[in-house]
C-alpha cells in the first residue's frame, strides 16, 4: 500500500517558511497589508500597536506573515524579555524625555475655561508642556473671549490656543467663538457640558454621566443623581484621582489639545 501525505498541496504553492521575530519595544517594522510603518510601543493579547513617526498609533493583530522588517517578511512573536521598567510614556502617550528640563516659557498661551480644566490638562499633558514651553491659563469663562483674545494680542510669534466647553452647532460658545477670527488664534472645544464628561465614566466608576435637567447647575446635578455628597469641589478632586492618562479620557477632548498644543508650538 502506498501512504499519502494529507496535505495535498503542491510544493511550488507552498509558503516558505519566515523568520519570527520577538516584538521588542521600538522594533521598527511595516505591516503588510496596509503599510503602516511604526515602532512598537505595546504587545499584549495577541496584538501590537506601533507608532509612527507622527505619533499616530495603530493595533494589529500578530499574524503569520503579517510585517516586514527591513523589507523581509517575518511573523511578530511576543518579547521574551520584560519591557523597560522605567516608563517610556508620558500620561499623554507621548515618547517620555528623562531628565529632561522645563523650556522657558513661550509667548504663546493656551487658554481653557475653568480650573478643572486647566486640572485635567495639567494632569495628562504637563510633561509635554513643560517641555515644550507652554503655559495654561484659565478663563473663568468665555464670555468675554473677544476682549480677552484683543488684550493678548497674538501674532506669528505669540500664538493663542483656546479650548471651549461644550462648542457644538447652534450653542451660546459657537457664537462667541464665531467673533474670534485672527489668524494667529485657534479655537476649538469639545462637546461636552462640562469637562467632567470628557472623563470616561468606566474610569470614575460609573456606567454613564447621568443627564441632567436644564435649568439645574449642571456639576450639583450630577452629584445628586449619582448620590455623591452636592459639594462640587470634592467630586472633581474624585474624578480628577481617577485620570491617570490619556486612556482615562475621551477621543473627543484628546484630539482637541492636541490640536492647540501642535498649533501653539508650530514654527
Known amino acids: ?10 510544493p511550488w504553492k507552498k509558503s516558505a517558511p519566515v523568520p519570527e521575530v520577538p516584538a521588542d519595544h521600538e522594533l521598527v517594522v511595516e505591516e503588510v497589508s496596509t503599510g503602516f510603518c511604526g515602532a512598537v510601543v505595546r504587545c ?40 523597560p521598567s522605567r516608563p517610556t510614556r508620558t500620561a499623554s502617550g507621548s515618547i517620555a524625555v528623562p531628565g529632561a528640563r522645563a523650556r522657558v516659557a513661550r509667548a504663546g498661551r493656551i487658554y481653557v475655561e475653568g480650573r478643572h480644566d486647566a486640572e485635567l490638562v495639567e494632569r495628562v499633558w504637563g510633561d509635554d508642556l513643560r517641555i515644550e514651553g507652554v503655559v495654561v491659563e484659565y478663563l473663568e469663562g468665555v464670555d468675554d473671549l473677544p476682549a480677552i483674545v484683543a488684550d493678548f494680542a497674538p501674532a506669528p510669534d505669540a500664538r493663542l490656543g483656546v479650548l471651549v466647553d461644550h462648542l457644538v452647532e447652534g450653542s451660546k460658545e459657537s457664537r462667541i ?16 457640558i462640562d469637562v467632567w464628561e470628557a472623563v470616561k465614566p468606566s474610569s470614575v466608576g460609573i456606567r454613564a454621566w447621568p443627564a441632567v435637567p436644564r435649568g439645574q447647575d449642571w456639576k450639583t446635578g450630577v452629584c445628586r443623581a449619582l448620590g455623591w455628597p452636592e459639594n462640587t469641589g470634592a467630586a472633581w478632586q474624585h474624578i480628577l484621582s481617577k485620570v491617570h492618562s490619556y486612556k482615562d479620557l475621551e477621543p473627543a477632548l484628546l484630539g482637541r489639545v492636541e490640536e492647540l498644543i501642535d498649533f501653539v508650538t508650530a514654527p
Open 1 to 10: 500500500m502506498r501512504s499519502y501525505n494529507p496535505d495535498l498541496t503542491p
Open 44 to 83: 499584549e493579547a495577541g496584538t501590537v500597536t506601533l507608532e509612527d513617526r507622527f505619533g499616530k498609533h495603530r493595533v494589529f493583530p500578530m499574524e503569520p506573515r503579517g510585517f516586514l522588517l527591513e523589507g523581509r517578511v517575518v511573523t511578530l512573536v511576543r518579547p521574551s524579555q520584560p519591557g
Open 177 to 192: 467663538a464665531a467673533r474670534v477670527t485672527s489668524p494667529d488664534v485657534l479655537v476649538v472645544g469639545h462637546p461636552y
